[in-house]
């Protein structure tokens, strides 16, 4: 059964044209994640969520904005995407507390920009 | 600037040998150190984590092992099968960023029957 729910999985979208990723989870964390991941490096992270309390990587570009409109749901939107934003994008949760608690993946949405 | 290095991109094993990944951190106070591997098409997964209050922790085939003084993370495999083919990577944890990852770059594991 999944948990962390991505969707789409591949999204193509035109050099400039406003993009919308969408991560679900069943888990009920109050912790969820977006990470970028481009090709053989490693995942970076953009920002999270903890509850409705948002937090900004320092270096996460203007571009890149969040919305979290319930627990369970955790939007990625790209304003205008450039040729250099074409990544993997992971969501991931977790459960919030313990400051070692797993997080968990999605599968990954692949946006390619043309 | 790196904190995370994972030098080797990829390792070639045969099945039933040991497979050993290794991970290099540059910061001392990194707290919690972990394992994720992936698999194509899919999130990482968690695999094993160790506390920097431990050298060793052991899970089944999969040990870690620490070593403060040197900066250095390994992941040992053993015995190795072909379904531990995947993308490993080490992520380290600290303690007080609020369970901010910081991850290695990934390491190809291919296990060859």
């Known amino acids: 059964d999944a948990m962390v729910i991505q969707n789409p999985r591949y999204q193509v979208t035109q050099f400039g044209k406003p993009v919308t990723l969408s991560c679900s989870q069943t888990l009920n964390h109050n912790v969820m994640y977006w990470y970028q991941q481009k090709s053989s490096q490693a995942p970076k992270l953009l920002f999270h969520?903890?509850?409705?309390?948002?937090?900004n990587e320092a270096d996460t570009p203007d571009n890149f904005q969040s919305r979290r409109p319930n627990t369970s749901f955790c939007f990625l939107d790209i304003r205008s995407p450039g040729l250099g934003d074409a990544a993997m994008y992971l969501c991931?949760?977790?459960?919030?507390?313990?400051?070692?608690?797993?997080?968990?993946f999605g599968p990954g949405t692949r946006l390619t920009v043309l | 600037d790196q904190q995370v290095k994972q030098n080797s991109p990829s390792l070639s094993v045969q099945e039933g040998r040991i497979s050993i990944l290794n991970c290099d951190y540059t910061n001392s106070m990194f707290d919690y150190f972990l394992w994720y591997k992936k698999y194509p098409a899919e999130g990482p997964t968690f695999l094993i984590s160790?506390?920097?209050?431990?050298d060793k922790n052991e899970d089944g085939r999969f040990t870690v092992f620490l070593n403060k003084s040197a900066k250095h993370l390994s992941l040992h495999i053993v015995p190795s099968q072909p379904g531990d083919s995947a993308v490993y990577f080490c992520a380290v944890l600290k303690g007080n960023a609020g369970n901010m990852l910081t991850f290695g770059g990934g390491t190809r594991l291919m296990v060859k029957p």
């Open positions: 991931a949760t977790r459960r919030g507390g313990g400051v070692t608690d797993t997080q968990y």
């Open positions: 969520y903890y509850d409705k309390d948002f937090n």
């Open positions: 160790i506390s920097s209050i431990k």
